[in-house]
């Protein structure tokens, strides 16, 4: 009789389970799995990158280090999490004239696109298993989302600290539902594909990786375009390059980017010129409410219109030869 509620239970979970990976593949979403909540595998690993400085100003990584190395204790009582992939990938890029940009920003701002349709995967959850709870986190929070995306069987770590999907690549966004509910996690990926391949390593126009999967963000394209608020000195100015905002080498490199990335159909992810390709003069010259129209719904709003005017004035120095 035991034996026979236990199968029930778990023949439950399992139908629960399935019927949420197809309603997140229905919402648009490019990969789902479920990972487990135990500790981090690689906790001490954090508190060594965090005490060598290679967090830079980012503050709140420190403050966020317990929960990312426990990340049950993120959201009381959840048992697992529902990770989502979603495909943002454009194509082959053209710095043209004007100052590039990651991939990631040539449309409207992820999280709004992300956190909605992960709502809407929530209430999923809710009405598979009434009574439970959820919490959505899009790129925010104490979440280390990639490791639980490797937990849930969406691919693996990559030389260049990315999540890789075998069959995706690495440009995707990563969407995380902390929930109670009672669903079946997945294996976790456990090879790892990279090989001896070192392209991304080797392509890095600062030399920002200290060694395979140890990135010193301050020497980061993306970290001092998007996360680093002060001016810029002349070496971080040199840097930057042409690069206005993020940066893409170590993914634009990937062989498995090379072989399998393949451009969204995604109309809520559409290009948008603006910011796929932004005008430097137009950025140097534009007041802040100016800004705040053209870009408030952007990923631009991260640094926002004075970190914009730094990096355009950066760019602008470098391709003249000239100090800003």
């Avoid at 009574?131 to 693996?156: F, H, K, M, N, S």
């Avoid at 902390?178 to 600062?206: E, H, I, K, M, N």
Wanted: overall charge neutral.
């Amino acid at each position: 009789m035991k034996k026979d509620v236990e199968q029930n239970r778990h023949a439950e979970t399992s139908r629960r389970t399935v019927a949420l990976k197809r309603r997140a593949l229905e919402l648009g979403f490019d990969g789902v799995g479920i990972a487990s909540l135990e500790p981090s595998a690689h906790g001490d690993e954090l508190d060594q990158w965090l005490a060598a400085g290679y967090a830079g100003t980012m503050t709140y990584l420190h403050r966020q280090a317990e929960k990312r190395k426990h990340p049950a204790r993120i959201v009381p009582d959840a048992r697992v999490a529902v990770v989502t992939l979603t495909n943002y990938f454009h194509g082959s890029t053209d710095p043209a004239s004007r100052g590039r940009v990651a991939q990631y920003a040539w449309s409207g701002d992820y999280h709004t696109v992300i956190g909605r349709r992960l709502e809407q995967l929530a209430t999923a959850v809710r009405e598979i298993a009434p009574g439970v709870r959820t919490r959505c986190y899009v790129d925010a929070g104490p979440v280390p989302e990639r490791e639980l995306a490797q937990r849930a069987g969406l691919g693996w770590i990559g030389k260049n600290t990315m999540l890789i999907h075998p069959t995706i690549g690495s440009f995707t966004f990563i969407g995380v539902i902390f929930t109670d509910a009672g669903l079946v996690p997945d294996l976790p990926f456990q090879a790892d594909r990279c090989g001896t391949c070192r392209r991304c390593l080797d392509a890095c126009p600062t030399e920002a990786f200290v060694e395979s999967r140890i990135l010193d963000a301050r020497r980061c394209i993306s970290y001092l375009t998007i996360e680093h608020a002060a001016p810029f000195n002349d070496d971080e100015r040199r840097m930057v390059g042409d690069w206005l905002f993020g940066c893409d080498v170590c993914q634009d490199v990937c062989p498995w980017n090379v072989t399998f990335a393949a451009p969204t159909s995604d109309a809520e992810l559409a290009v948008r010129a603006e910011v796929a390709a932004p005008d430097l003069a137009a950025l140097l010259a534009a007041a802040p409410e100016e800004f705040e129209r053209r870009f408030g719904d952007t990923a631009f709003e991260r640094p926002g219109a004075a970190g914009l005017r730094r990096n355009a004035a950066a760019v602008a120095a470098n391709r003249q030869g000239a100090a800003p």
